[in-house]
């Protein structure tokens, strides 16, 4: 498995960015697919985003689509999550994961976990 370190949560006012940093650490980095979930008190993680191994291949939910970019950096074990135009509905614990093997927005199908970082969007 790989540890993973999620920084760059914060609060913000509605319309501003923030960029999420994962640091990684354990073998073969560049063969997890990465993800990025984010969970509100009460409900469900949600999944947010995903990159694939190399990087060329990503997705989203639909919410974010167009306003946050996923992508990392297989040399310093990075993967960041770009988020601009937040609203307050993006307010959540912010969570990297890391998966071995198929591509998947299911967050049961995560090996690894970090801690979560907090994102305030306020109105």
């Known amino acids: 498995q790989v540890h993973l370190v999620e920084s760059g949560g914060g609060l913000v006012e509605a319309g501003e960015s923030l960029r999420l940093s994962c640091a990684a650490s354990?073998?073969?980095?560049?063969?997890?697919?990465m993800g990025w979930f984010r969970q509100v008190p009460g409900k469900d993680r949600e999944f947010v985003a995903a990159?694939?191994?190399?990087?060329?291949?990503?997705d989203y939910r639909d919410s974010v689509r167009g306003r946050f970019t996923i992508s990392r950096d297989n040399a310093k074990e990075m993967v960041y999550l770009q988020m601009n135009n937040l609203g307050p509905d993006d307010t959540a614990v912010y969570y990297c994961?890391?998966?071995?093997?198929?591509?998947?927005?299911?967050?049961?199908?995560?090996?690894?976990w970090g801690q979560g970082t907090h994102v305030t969007v306020s109105s």
């Open positions: 994961a890391a998966k071995w093997g198929a591509w998947s927005a299911r967050c049961g199908k995560y090996d690894s």
């Open positions: 354990g073998p073969a980095f560049g063969g997890y697919v």
């Open positions: 990159i694939s191994f190399s990087g060329a291949g990503s």
